[in-house]
């Protein structure tokens, strides 16, 4: 059975930078594009970045320039780099693939920036 276990939120100022982890374990990682994705309070959740097996990745336009996604196929991790954080960007975020949700969503990992 497949698990996402994600971790690295916390609570950061404006400006501030944060580095998710996701640690997949029992799934053929280096095989599938993963991604992160992130629900706000009150609202749908909603993809952040992907990546492919080989490296490519793709960025929803209210985080590029700011967040910086990478993938290490020998660990099965995904990571999210966050830079320039804002109010707008708090939120849980999760890792699963892409384009769909291949696997039940882990816990998350919260992130709250205060306004």
């Known amino acids: 059975q497949v698990q996402l276990v994600e971790s690295g939120g916390g609570l950061v100022q404006p400006g501030g930078s944060l580095k998710l982890s996701c640690r997949v374990f029992g799934s053929i990682f280096e095989f599938n594009p993963w991604a992160w994705y992130r629900r706000a309070p009150g609202k749908e959740r909603e993809l952040v970045a992907s990546i492919t097996p080989g490296g490519s990745t793709n960025y929803t336009d209210f985080v590029k320039g700011r967040f910086t996604i990478s993938r290490d196929n020998n660990e099965n991790m995904v990571y999210l780099s966050m830079n320039s954080l804002k109010s707008d960007d708090t939120a849980v975020y999760y890792c699963?693939?892409?384009?769909?949700?291949?696997?039940?969503w882990g816990q998350g990992t919260q992130v709250t920036v205060p306004s």
């Open positions: 699963n693939t892409f384009p769909r949700r291949s696997y039940p």
